[in-house]
């Protein structure tokens, strides 16, 4: 052994004492920390609680999550919601591989989503949050589609309407000439998906040829841009932009529904008016901030929800939603 | 400057149609460069005037809020963008700099697959940065078990600009007379002397350009960090490689997605703190560059 070996062997033994002491100072330190949360915890819920709490999914539904981490910061300032947007499927993907503690969704879990799930074993519950009501817009000088018909929107959309039907008077015969300018929304969302399915009666079912977004602004824009012009999107889009663009009132069959609030949360908006849902698993309520943050959200969905600008759920909905997270409390123990 | 131009000509030379031609292509080649010129001049004001009214310092000591635009700021993403580009800078410079050397110093490039590397490391400069976002959460997220972190953000970001900065790297290598090395290995000094005191001092203001450059493109991705699980919403800065995090790109694609007026205003004032960051890092490589370079 040369000196420069000598040395060298002695530093990497110095290192490994210096790592191994590290080590057992880590482990020494952890139980008092440890036991500072469990204290918190059973303080009941007003203890300042810390942590984090991951929620992702549906772009639809992120705002109301969003809303609800922010008012729920004024009260537990030290647990970290996050909020992602990675679309149902994508968030349901993450749920599912154990990543995330709430999945927020525009649409009920699927049988294959629920069996990835299964096989990882995650417990999960279905909690219904909010009504949202697709609203189907035209521009402030459309004088003649005031109310339109399912089948008219169907006959609009459909994929056979695909290059032919492309002036209002082919929609209905006492709808003037004018050029018919589609906008809709992009393929990857929730609410393509719905939209589709409702009106056009199978999901993905689509003409090809409109200018598609996952900007709703765009929609905005491109709506009050033209006088022909047609396009649909979340109902808090059109509060927003209730100055720029006229609402269309929906006939289902059984007269001309406005969206609104009220008729939403009747249940008379059909089929355009949808729950929105967040689906905590069973393992994360176990955790007192997961739970905190859900008790929150339950406690105080018609604030978070009005400020979000969504339709809030009616009382029965409401008692439902109370209901189901108490039998998740007790499902998670 | 030690930059090669065509020395201009003090002889008129005057012979027919010539002067035409040589103002046509100097005309064209001037506007080219207006072309480009123009539109980053409009982009640039068209952000600071849209942004304008809420460039303040809300917008870098307020965190982020879905409620109310005007309380709203990009605290977390900007401490978040930091995070994941230092980070990534960590990774990837030296990892990019060794891997220069060992291709323009060491490799044998008549064996076979010296050569395949070669290749491949330009294909990979050219591939959808999606795709690495896909590697980053299949392997990185997920196999290593890293999560959806900042690190696993830089990591992903870091093999994404990995094939600039060797391939910058190379050139500044290359770029080193032969005179230089053959002159310190006739002094006696070993191979990695050679490098390490003569060859890579002399390459630095190459490799800062290029490291810049490749940060640079790394601090504007949004593409893969949309699958590495970079939040939308958060109210905390990072505090550590294992935390959850946002980017200035993910908040700002955020913002303009957003129905309120307030946030689009927002959105700019935030495109406007991306570049000044980026502005930053630019005169950083041109200070390193102008204070290393040597003419031979």
């Known amino acids: 052994m040369t000196s420069g070996q000598r040395r060298l062997s002695a530093v990497a033994t110095a290192a490994l004492v210096v790592s191994l002491a590290a080590a057992c100072g880590g482990t020494n330190t952890t139980p008092p920390a440890g036991g500072d949360s469990t204290s918190a915890a059973s303080e009941g819920g007003t203890a300042e609680l810390s942590g984090q709490v991951k929620a992702d999914g549906s772009s639809t539904v992120a705002p109301l999550t969003s809303a609800a981490a922010e008012f729920f910061a004024e009260t537990q300032p030290k647990i970290n919601v996050t909020v992602g947007t990675s679309g149902t499927g994508g968030g349901f993907e993450k749920f599912c591989n154990g990543e995330t503690d709430i999945s927020d969704a525009s649409r009920p879990i699927k049988d294959e989503e629920k069996a990835a799930c299964d096989a990882k074993s995650i417990a999960f519950s279905e909690l219904t949050v909010a009504t949202d009501a697709l609203t189907v817009v035209v521009n402030k000088e459309n004088t003649w589609a005031t109310c339109l018909t399912t089948e008219q929107l169907k006959k609009m959309w459909e994929p056979a309407a695909e290059g032919k039907i492309t002036n209002w008077n082919q929609v209905d015969a006492k709808f003037p000439d004018e050029p018919l300018k589609l906008f809709g929304a992009g393929t990857d969302s929730g609410t393509f998906d719905y939209f589709t399915d409702e009106i056009n009666g199978e999901e993905g079912a689509s003409r090809k040829d409109y200018s598609p977004s996952e900007d709703d602004n765009v929609t905005v824009q491109g709506v009050s841009g033209s006088k022909g012009g047609v396009g649909y999107f979340g109902f808090t889009y059109f509060e927003e932009n209730a100055d720029k663009l006229k609402a269309v009132e929906i006939d289902s069959g059984d007269g001309c529904v406005a969206p609104s609030v009220e008729a939403a949360q009747a249940g008379k908006y059909t089929p355009l008016s949808r729950p929105l849902f967040i689906y905590p698993s069973v393992a994360a309520v176990k955790r007192p901030e997961v739970a905190a943050f859900l008790q929150y959200y339950v406690d105080n969905a018609h604030k978070i929800v009005t400020d979000a600008k969504f339709i809030p759920l009616n009382a029965e909905q409401e008692s439902k939603l109370k209901s189901d997270f108490a039998a998740l409390k007790t499902q998670a123990g | 400057m030690a930059v090669l131009t065509t020395p201009r000509s003090n002889v008129e030379l005057a012979s027919k149609g010539r002067p035409v031609k040589e103002t046509a292509f100097r005309l064209a080649l001037l506007a080219s460069l207006a072309i480009a010129l123009i539109f980053l001049v409009a982009l640039l004001a068209y952000v600071f005037i849209e942004g304008s009214p809420r460039l303040d310092s809300r917008l870098w000591s307020n965190m982020p809020s879905i409620r109310d635009p005007e309380i709203a700021g990009a605290q977390s993403a900007i401490t978040g963008t930091l995070w994941v580009i230092s980070l990534t800078a960590l990774f990837t410079i030296p990892t990019g700099i060794a891997a ?33 976002g896909i590697l980053g959460l299949g392997i990185i997220a997920r196999t290593f078990g890293l999560g959806f972190s900042v690190i696993t953000a830089s990591l992903t970001l870091g093999l994404l600009v990995l094939p600039i900065v060797i391939i910058a790297a190379r050139e500044a290598i290359r770029s080193v007379p032969p005179s230089i090395r053959e002159g310190s290995l006739a002094l006696g000094a070993t191979q990695w002397q050679t490098i390490s005191r003569q060859v890579l001092p002399a390459s630095i203001p190459g490799i800062a350009t290029g490291s810049i450059l490749a940060l640079s493109r790394a601090i504007g991705e949004a593409a893969p960090l949309l699958m590495l699980g970079a939040v939308s919403f958060i109210r905390f800065n990072p505090d550590g490689v294992f935390a959850s995090y946002t980017v200035l790109p993910i908040q700002i694609f955020n913002w303009i997605a957003q129905s309120r007026e307030g946030f689009h205003i927002l959105a700019s004032a935030a495109i406007v703190i991306l570049l000044a960051i980026l502005l930053l890092m630019n005169s950083v490589a041109i200070w390193l560059r102008n204070r290393y370079q040597r003419r031979w």
């Open chain 2, 100 to 132: 220069a050397i060992y291709l323009e110093e060491y490799a044998n490039t008549s064996k076979w697959y010296n050569r395949v590397i070669e290749l491949n490391i330009q294909n990979l400069a050219a591939i959808p940065s999606i795709v690495y």
